[in-house]
């Protein structure tokens, strides 16, 4: 009887022990088929980049507010004056009405015609002239002779001297109504060219300010231009500054285009910095954007390479939780402290508390504990690369 109850025990206790074994199972099971899933990048070696971090704004290289050089009224004929329009240098924007111009410039070549003619015919001066001068040259014979008094040879040289000279003064007026003439016309052929409004620059309509039939004043402002050509205008702060050339790698983030990423060169370091934030400006050419996705009022954020050199370490940037990381080893999260190095706008240095091969939660950092177990989704390393 004893033999039966002590068989009868370790059976129970082995019924158990299966029932424990397989709860454990199923425990496994469901924790592993409930883990959340972490994204994951391995910690890869490579050459860690000493940048300069900033914020970026597209501007337009510049804006032209181009005003009426003359009065006149707007036409509906040639008017290409709609926001957003693209113009190329020289293209007709808006017309004014030339009729009045036009009848002023034939009134002043009739002027001018006429004038040419009077010249061309002659003063009636002239030949009252070589009357006196002979006239003048009996008396000059006569008075050599004694007949003539003194008082009649001079009275005899003053007309001639008074005649040559009306007829000089009449030969200036003349070539004066001439010169007149010929520049009244240009004048108002110069305005009659200004009443055809030109692109002066390639670039985009932004704002129109007249329309058909309105009645522009000299100096009405008409349509504002922006020029095509875009400027990429970097504020990086004073503690940063002081290691930027021009010539020196830039990594561009645009906010409406965050999954790619753009190259850039340091064009110009601008002399001047903001007043009040002491942010120092500096241009950036974007050598690999579309041009039109160029637009003006865009953001954004760029680093600046100020130099580089090989490391260890490196994680993407985004890793990182101030000074630590969640590293993820067989299947659980670690929450590790690191010690950084160079950080750029894609990757960090790790110089303590990492080694190449382990992995570090990359994305949803806020979603994880140490502690948690998850399952693990490898991505491509891209700490050091530039997506395009």
């Known amino acids: 009887m004893p033999v039966k109850n002590k068989s009868s025990s370790i059976s129970l206790w082995i019924k158990l022990l299966v029932v424990v074994v397989v709860l454990a199972g199923i425990g496994l099971y469901v924790r592993s088929y409930l883990a959340p899933v972490a994204k994951v990048e391995a910690v890869i070696s490579g050459d860690a980049v000493n940048a300069a971090p900033g914020s970026v704004a597209v501007k337009e290289e510049y804006a032209m507010e181009m005003k009426s050089a003359v009065a006149g009224r707007l036409l509906p004929k040639d008017y290409h004056l709609h926001v957003g329009d693209r113009v190329k240098q020289g293209d007709v924007l808006a017309q004014l009405d030339t009729s009045d111009m036009q009848v002023e410039i034939d009134q002043a070549k ?15 001066a002239k030949f009252e002239l070589e009357t006196a001068k002979t006239d003048f040259a009996n008396v000059d014979r006569m008075f050599h002779l004694g007949q003539v008094s003194d008082a009649d040879y001079q009275k005899a040289r003053r007309k001639v001297e008074t005649l040559e000279q009306s007829l000089a003064l009449e030969k200036v007026r003349d070539e004066e109504d001439v010169a ?132 260890k370490a490196i994680i993407p940037r985004r ?37 190449p091969g382990e992995f570090v939660i990359v994305e949803d950092l806020d979603a994880f504990r140490d502690g948690d177990h998850v399952k693990v989704s490898e991505l491509p390393p891209d700490a050091i690369k530039n997506k395009k």
């Open 319 to 355: 890793a990182l939780i101030n000074d630590s990381v969640y590293v993820v080893k067989d299947g659980v999260v670690e929450l590790r402290p690191v010690k950084k190095g160079y950080v750029w706008l894609t990757g960090a240095e790790i110089t303590q508390g990492l080694e």
């Open 110 to 124: 009739n002027e001018l015609k006429a004038a040419q003619e009077r010249i061309a015919i002659g003063s009636a």
């Open 180 to 311: 007149t003439d010929q520049t009244t016309i240009r004048a108002k052929e110069l305005a009659l060219a200004k009443m055809t409004i030109t692109a002066p620059f390639e670039g985009e309509v932004s704002y129109v300010q007249a329309h058909p039939g309105d009645l522009i004043e000299i100096g009405s402002p008409i349509v504002t231009l922006i020029a095509a050509d875009r400027l990429v205008e970097a504020k990086i702060s004073e503690e940063d500054f002081a290691d930027i050339k021009p010539g020196q790698k830039a990594v561009i983030i645009f906010l409406p285009y965050k999954e790619w990423r753009y190259n850039g060169v340091v064009k110009k370091i601008l002399p001047t910095a903001d007043p009040e934030t002491q942010r120092h400006l500096v241009d950036i050419e974007v050598t690999d954007i579309e041009p039109e996705k160029l637009i003006p009022g865009i953001t954004g954020e760029v680093t600046i390479e100020t130099g580089r050199h090989p490391a």
